[in-house]
């Protein structure tokens, strides 16, 4: 036989809170396990993800996660992607607060990333002011205090030279947009993760043909 043998498959690693696990909606429509298909059509061999990822999780209950898996999760991982702070912010903590522990949690994800931080993606933390959920909340103080959690993952993630994608800007524009939203209407559904994951296709396909 001749030919080239096939392209080892890339370890994917995500990190998050429910957004990640997918709440709402079925495994094979959370937006890494997309993301990992959309890589694939594009050439890129890249194994489904590894998730650590729970719904309701804080960052300091994400690193507990972390320290809780199984085999500490052995790096390296050629992705590893990292969405985490609604919890934070629903539950009243200080962005100052919560940049701290991103910034822990970003760290560690370069160390899985056998310290490539180009490798790292952080996904910004969508907007849940407009869902039916937030209906009787402070939808404008919600949004405020979401742009302030963003600017500090946003900030942290270019700080270590990590990549980021946006992905609040589509989850208010789809405001009003029932089909975006699961059936609880609070969650993303699988049509607004299928955007998520085309969003980061891109920037991950980039950092991983580096």
């Known amino acids: ?12 690693l995500a990190l998050g809170d429910s957004y990640t696990i ?14 990992a298909r959309l890589l694939r059509d594009a050439g ?7 998730i650590v990822a729970r719904t309701g999780w804080t960052t300091d ?4 996660g972390i320290d809780a898996a199984p085999l500490t999760l052995a790096a390296p991982y050629e992705l590893v992607t ?7 912010q629903y539950r009243g903590r200080v ?10 949690l970003l760290v560690r994800a370069i160390e899985f990333a056998g310290g490539r931080s180009a490798r790292v993606i952080v996904l910004s933390i969508p907007d849940w002011s407009v869902t039916p959920f937030a209906s009787d909340r402070d939808r404008a103080r919600i949004a405020r205090e979401i742009d302030a959690y963003n600017v500090s993952n946003h900030e942290e993630a270019l700080g270590v030279g990590a990549r980021y994608v946006d992905v609040t800007t589509a989850t208010r524009g789809a405001a009003g947009d029932l089909s975006m939203i699961a059936a609880d209407g609070l969650h993303p ?4 993760y299928a955007i998520w994951a085309r969003l980061a296709l891109p920037v991950v396909a980039d950092a991983l043909r580096e």
């Open 44 to 50: 890129i061999a890249i194994g489904d993800p590894i």
């Open 22 to 35: 997918g709440e709402g909606v079925e495994p094979h429509d959370r937006w890494p396990v997309r993301l």
């Open 61 to 64: 209950e994400l690193a507990a």
């Open 82 to 88: 990292l969405l985490v702070g609604v919890n934070d």
């Open 1 to 12: 036989m001749s030919g080239a043998p096939p392209a080892r498959e890339r370890r994917f």
């Open 189 to 192: 559904s699988a049509a607004a």
């Open 95 to 104: 962005a100052a607060e919560y940049r701290d522990r991103f910034h822990a």
